[in-house]
């Protein structure tokens, strides 16, 4: 009820309507000399009396800009851009658009070494439907992954398997420069990780996207921008980097641009160690078995790899270009771990003890083409289409060597087993995705925008396990407890979407309303069926093929509402509907036999689950501090659920839909500046969960109140280096059977720019106190689980980075499109 209520008073507030006048201020910023659009030039309006800002912009790739305000009169037009002589106009705005004259500015003739710049660069800028994080200069992030990046970022969590939320909700989409990653293998930590913290310049977060989105991901979407210029010329930044503990990375980064032509490359190698334990202690109520199980593993890892981007934009004219690239990354990870496993019939009575040894060989690669087509009349109308596919292949094979001990009542051992196995499970998959946008700008401030979607995803996995003997490979069709071991999946999903929206900006209540639709056809097949409590086969007869097909349609509206009380000060109101497919990894009836007393088994009969989405903020800036507050409900029905089941000697992990979640709270971020020197971001969230579900004719249900705080700041002692702090708590969270408990971190970093500001040393140390680590506890009738993990997160790292432009062109004094802030943002 609570989130129908909510829904009815955002479309209240949305056909309210104001009188209030919006006035636009467009136009073009041209180079001086060459006569060419100077994109991301930055241009502010500002009183005449006191220089107090009334609104800014930043021009787009063909110098073009647009500024709203509500304010009508006399005003001065600042224009700036790096490297070139500032600009101010008096200017007077009428009721309406107001266009200007094109603005040139003139080069300081400046080389890039002459460049100072003190500001420490701000972190974090808030827009229409997302917010934007600059990690260009986050040092507490040098030499490490994406992974490692976003745990810095305020609102964004990772827990110990990679998983990522967002405010404390899972179930996020991942995005690299606007489209969905290669996404054939269900560890985002293992995607992540094959990109270096180093290669991203922005991350944007989207809370509550709209229907121009694709509906899956609940949680919202992130999307991670990847370095790359458009500077004239030759340019290019060489970096390399060492962490303690054997970890390095190395790389570069070119464009090349004339004329009409840009081509662009990226390079990157990584090689990390790192080491895991895992500690975990359950204790079994029912009688005959075992009544404690106490289990430790220790992991060492040896992983690098190599990221390879290569790709060339060609302009046909001032409102077309082309646009193409291709994503190679590959993978290799050594693996050992060694498991030791008590079971005690009784407190301090071993009963059983195993010793398992795993070696594993990983390798993994992935390509990954696209092409882009861009269309613009200049007149309010334009077309995109994308086209991406992507492949992914892995091979991994695991060697087991184990001991079983039995030990009598009195303590000796009773007898031994010793048994050598393998384990191999390779993955292959592919996925093509195309798109078109359209947009129709019907005045000014009104516009349409359409368009088609489709999705083709293609996944294949198998996994053999069986003994060595005699030194070769003897597979063997194991069953354990009623399910097979050596078997096939694979998983086929098209996805085909349209959408529609309508924008009207032309008052001070602006909004946005659209619609999308998905149709969905997913198959799935296995050699084995699989049969247990919650799925339900009447036809089931062990070893037979089966498949499993669900076809569904689902309309997914979207709507959002901005109420400008003043300059700088706004309203902001949005709802939408979004859902989220169960991911291969969850449907695979495959059971993980790494760990015979920890398995794991998908469930193929797994439906989507589906959430609405309501936001309200507030935004208030002034010129040195600006604050957002909003509250948020999420209401999900037919969630996935977590089971644990117990056997004997062992539990298993699967999944279920058995959830109703309901999720209500309050986010509230603060930045400020002291001076051009200082900034800093403190995030806070403040929200309730409540799970509830029935698996097997029992009732879940738990509750708590659980919050997050995070700290981001940056300070810059001028000629000697810049300071960042990044902090994160993140309280504790409820399951339907049990808790996961609070986790705090903080991370630093150091650099200074040398060799006249072309190069910059910087120090981070990552998790200062040693403190990220992962405990969950989960209770059952008849089980209570203990489990905690961690990892190697305390490293220090040294980095340097150096940053080059064609010799000629700096000569000559000519500009380099794109550059926007710092020394540091070239890169």
């Not at 420069?177 to 913290?197: K, V, W």
């Amino acid at each position: 009820m609570f989130h129908n209520q909510l829904l009815s008073i955002l479309l209240t507030f949305f056909v309210i309507t104001s009188a209030y006048s919006q006035n636009t201020l467009t136009g073009i910023v041209k180079d001086a000399e060459s006569q060419e659009p100077l994109e991301f030039a930055q241009l502010a309006i500002m009183e005449i009396a006191d220089s107090t800002l009334v609104a800014g912009s930043t021009a787009d790739l063909q110098g073009r800009y647009r500024i709203e305000t509500s304010r009508e009169g006399d005003f001065l037009l600042r224009i700036s851009f790096v490297g070139y002589q500032e600009k101010w106009l008096p200017i007077t705005l009428t009721e309406g658009t107001n266009k200007l004259d094109d603005i040139f500015l003139a080069s300081a003739a400046q080389q890039l070494g002459e460049v100072q710049v003190t500001a420490a660069a701000a972190l974090f800028r808030s827009e229409a439907d997302r917010r934007v994080f600059n990690v260009e200069n986050m040092t507490v992030a040098e030499g490490g992954t994406a992974i490692q990046l976003l745990e810095t970022l305020p609102s964004v969590q990772v827990d110990e398997e990679g998983r990522i939320s967002l405010r404390g909700s899972g179930n996020i989409l991942i995005y690299i420069n606007g489209r969905p990653t290669n996404l054939t293998s269900d560890d985002t930590e293992s995607i992540l990780e094959q990109y270096p913290a180093n290669a991203i310049k922005e991350v944007e977060l989207i809370t509550n996207p709209s229907a121009r989105y694709e509906a899956e991901g609940i949680g919202g979407i992130i999307n991670i921008i990847l370095k790359e210029q458009r500077l004239q010329g030759f340019n290019g930044q060489v970096n390399i980097s060492s962490g303690t503990g054997h970890k390095y990375t190395g790389g570069f980064n070119l464009n090349y641009r004339q004329g009409n032509w840009n081509f662009f490359s990226n390079y990157s190698y990584q090689y990390r160690e790192f080491w895991e334990i895992t500690n975990s202690l359950r204790e079994d109520f029912n009688p005959g078995q075992s009544v404690i199980l106490d289990q430790d593993y220790y992991t060492e890892n040896w992983r690098n790899g190599q990221l390879i981007r290569i790709g060339s934009e060609y302009s046909f004219n001032d409102n077309s270009s082309a646009r193409i690239f291709t994503n190679i990354n590959s993978q290799w990870r050594d693996r050992e771990r060694i498991y030791n496993v008590r079971n005690f019939s009784a407190p301090n009575q071993l009963d059983s003890l195993y010793e398992r040894l795993l070696t594993e060989d990983q390798s993994s690669i992935n390509y990954q083409f696209g092409s882009d087509f861009n269309w613009n009349n200049g007149n309010g109308r334009s077309f995109r289409a994308s086209a991406t596919f992507a492949w992914n292949s892995q091979d991994r094979i695991e060697y087991f060597d184990q001991a079983q001990s039995y030990f009598l009542p009195g303590g000796d051992l009773d007898s031994q087993l010793l048994i050598n196995q393998f384990y191999e499970r390779p993955l292959a998959g592919n996925m093509f995705v195309l798109q078109t946008d359209y947009e129709h700008r019907l005045l000014e401030d009104v516009k349409i925008e359409t368009g088609l979607r489709g999705e083709l995803r293609f996944d294949d996995r198998s996994q053999r396990f069986g003994q060595l003997e005699n030194g070769g490979l003897d597979t063997l069709s194991l069953v354990l407890n009623g399910f097979p071991v050596t078997n096939a999946f694979t998983h086929n999903r098209d996805i085909y979407a349209a959408y529609a929206s309508f924008t009207d900006n032309r008052h001070a209540l602006s909004y946005m309303v659209g619609l999308r639709a998905e149709y969905t056809m997913m198959e799935n097949w296995q050699d084995y069926g699989i049969r247990s409590g919650f799925l339900d086969d009447e036809n089931f007869e062990p070893g037979r093929d089966i498949t499993t097909r669900d076809n569904y349609i689902g309309l997914f509206p979207s709507v959002f509402m901005n109420y400008r009380i003043s300059d700088n000060q706004d309203i902001q109101a949005s709802y939408s509907r979004r859902l989220n497919r169960p991911w291969t990894g969850s449907m695979m009836p495959l059971l993980n036999a790494q760990d015979f007393f920890n398995l794991r088994l998908g469930n193929p009969y797994l439906q989507p689950q589906h959430t609405d989405n309501f936001e309200v903020n507030y935004i208030r800036a002034w010129e040195n501090y600006m604050i957002t507050g909003g509250v948020f409900h999420r209401y999900t029905t037919n969630g996935f659920t977590r089971l644990f089941v117990l056997f004997d000697k062992g539990s298993m992990v699967t999944w279920t839909n058995a959830n109703t979640n309901n999720s209500t709270g309050a986010e509230l971020i603060n930045y400020f500046t002291i001076n051009d020197n200082f900034d800093a971001t403190l995030t806070a969230n403040y929200f309730y969960t409540e799970v509830s579900g029935e698996v097997e004719g029992r009732s879940f249900t738990n509750q708590n109140y659980s919050y997050t705080l995070s700290l981001m700041s940056n300070w810059s002692i001028p000629g000697w280096f810049n300071t960042q702090i990044s902090a994160n708590y993140w309280g504790p969270r409820v399951i339907p059977q049990g808790e996961i408990r609070p986790v705090f971190s903080m991370n630093l970093g150091l650099r200074r720019n040398v060799l006249n500001n072309q190069a910059t040393v910087s120090l981070s140390l990552s998790d200062v106190f040693d403190s990220r680590k992962f405990s969950l506890e989960t209770n059952g009738a008849d089980f209570y689980q203990f489990r905690e993990f961690f990892r190697e997160s305390r490293v220090l790292t040294l980095s340097f980075t150096y940053r080059f432009r064609d010799f000629r062109e700096r000569q000559n004094g000519a500009r380099g499109n794109g550059y926007d802030g710092d020394v540091e943002g070239l890169f």
